[in-house]
């Protein structure tokens, strides 16, 4: 039958019985998590605390396989790592435990792992958490860790993403110690120098994953760097408000949006820039603009620049940030309102009237499918009878409703209704969250009131200013006319007397240019002579320069000549040299590959010496080997003989000799047929004699 427990079902696994648990917002339910390769259960110890609870992890069909018990054993040494305890894996297999998977057969290969307590950043983000400077600060050092602890070792999650990102430093469970403050879950895609490579590849998460390589799998030591890079950058931006409301939902990026430029990224840019210093933001944009992701900067950098980062330029930033915006909204009611339209828009934009909030905008699109995905399973939760589980979704869904619309209404009037009937004796609890003066109705309409009246004053004022300007203006043009005319009348007069000396000096400058012109003939004259006497003198230079350089031309084809000839003797005895090398060459030639050809001959035969004897050793070595297997089955079957026989320092002694005998050639006995699951189980018997021998 298949896996469905209820909350309170016995599950008994490698002889330790757990509960399942139940989930917290949805009484009746098991605490189950579905991701993309399957789901995981809580099961909690029957005789322990919450702090001892595991995860059961139920693959698909498409993901049991088997080869998942050799990487669970290779994944078991890095459970060392801050922020790796899930690596810490116990598979379940057909031969231990069997009569489990055959009651459940979904259970096959399933992993038992840590549970994780806390939050994951998924929740963060989608519940618009803020936070403080110093929880952002401590959250991405401990990405940044972890994260360069693995690179360091060759390894990559291969699938880092918000909802693979646990926080347990938001857990309520107490007694965590030695718990990263981040820890990673889903490492089956886990990639490293001893790892199989997935038969199935993911290709990243939306909001985390690299255009430029969405479409291709991603199994690589460089495939966590570019997301690694964008949750960093979001743990440190998630104390700043502004960041916090631009996020698109599930995610701060939309997919469509990843290594391009646009509104979100300058945001969160100048954001780190301006709270966490250059060195931050300058890792953050080397991510964004890479062209691959071998070129995004490496976890160790983000460690290094986060571990110099100054928390007090953070905590200054949000001091500031809060001073400017109350002393923008000081402003706004302050600005004077005679600008009309101008004004208005300023106060709405001081005031943080977003699109959000004003009645009858439209949500974005990303927006549009998050409110229709959370509507529709919270009236499905209330209409199977889970109140609870439906008031968390519906305070989920009231942050991303606008303002004033007909959903909010019905939200707000929903979530008072099931929490009156889930608490019915704190009503003061279901009262609506009180709203800032600046954002409430009243505030607004009587804001837009007081402006349209001032600016409804200016009209009036204007035209009693117009009229007495008109008067003012026809009388100062009457005497301006008057003033005109006479002034004309005398400009006339001047006129006609400048025409008369006008006339009088073109006929003085028409005699003067005509005696000027005269002289100018003479003088031009006298230069032209002495041009062309110039000019015979500088043709006789020019002959006389040719004449040199036809001598000195005929000099040069002489010298030419003569290297020429020199140049073919040189190269002719060059020549005969080469041929006396050349000849000299072959006969050496001749010597050295007839000393070649002894020296190969020899080396082939020493080579063929070397493989009869490796062949010989190969064969004694294998034959061996297949003696000590027989020896480690004999060995074995007399341990467990032995067990059965209640003999049990007998069953010891041959335990060890198969220890023994196994770890001369540990490499070798590990390939083979059942050796390292006889191993496997020999060691458990060392360690505790209770442990019944299996029949292999």
Known sequence: MSFQPNPGDEVVINDIAYIIGQHPAAPGLAYAQAGRQGIVYQLLPRNGSISGAKALKVFFPKFRIPAMVYQSEHMESYSELPGL??????????????????????????????????????????????????????LARALAGTGSAMEQRGLAHCDLSAPNVMIPFFSEVENLRGVSAVELVDVEQMYGSRMDRPDALLAGSPGYAAHRTVNSGLWSAYADRFAGAVIIAEMLSWSDAAIVEKAWGESYFDQHEMQTVNERYYAMRESLQKRWGSKV??????????????????FGEWFVALAAADIHLASAASVEESEVKVSDQTNAVKTNPIKGTGAASDISDKQGITDQNVPGTEPSPGQEAVVNRLFLQARALEDEGKPAAALEVYRSLHHFIPDNSA????????????????????????????IPFYRSKKFMISSAVLIVLLAGTVPTVKILADQAEVKQKEQAAAAKQAEQKAAEEAEAARLTALKQQEEEKKQKAA????????????????????????????ERKALQAKYDKQAKYEAYLAKQKQQKLEAAKKAEQEKYDKQAKYEAYLVWKKENDAKIAKQEAERKAAAEAQRKQEAAQKAALKKKRAQNVVTLIAHYNKAYNAQKGRKIENAESYARDFKNLYNTDATYFKGVGKVAARMNAINKFLSNTDYTLPNL
């Open 85 to 138: 305890q899930v690596c810490k894996r116990d598979v379940l297999t057909p031969e231990r435990n069997g009569a489990l998977i055959g009651e459940h057969p979904d259970l096959l290969y399933a992993v038992l792992m840590p549970w994780v307590h806390g939050l994951t950043w998924f929740d963060v983000i989608s519940d618009q958490k803020q936070l403080t400077a110093e929880e952002s600060l401590k």
């Open 511 to 538: 005699d003067a240019a005509k005696l000027d012109a005269e002289e100018k003939k003479k003088l031009a004259e006298a230069e032209k002579k002495k041009a062309e006497a110039k000019k015979k003198e500088e």
């Open 407 to 434: 959903m909010q209404v019905e939200v707000e009037a929903a979530i008072q209704e099931l929490d009156a009937k889930l608490n019915p004796k704190h009503d003061d609890a279901a009262q609506p969250a009180k």
């Open 281 to 298: 933001s300058d890792l953050f944009i080397r991510a964004w603009e890479s062209h691959d992701l071998s070129s995004c900067p490496t």
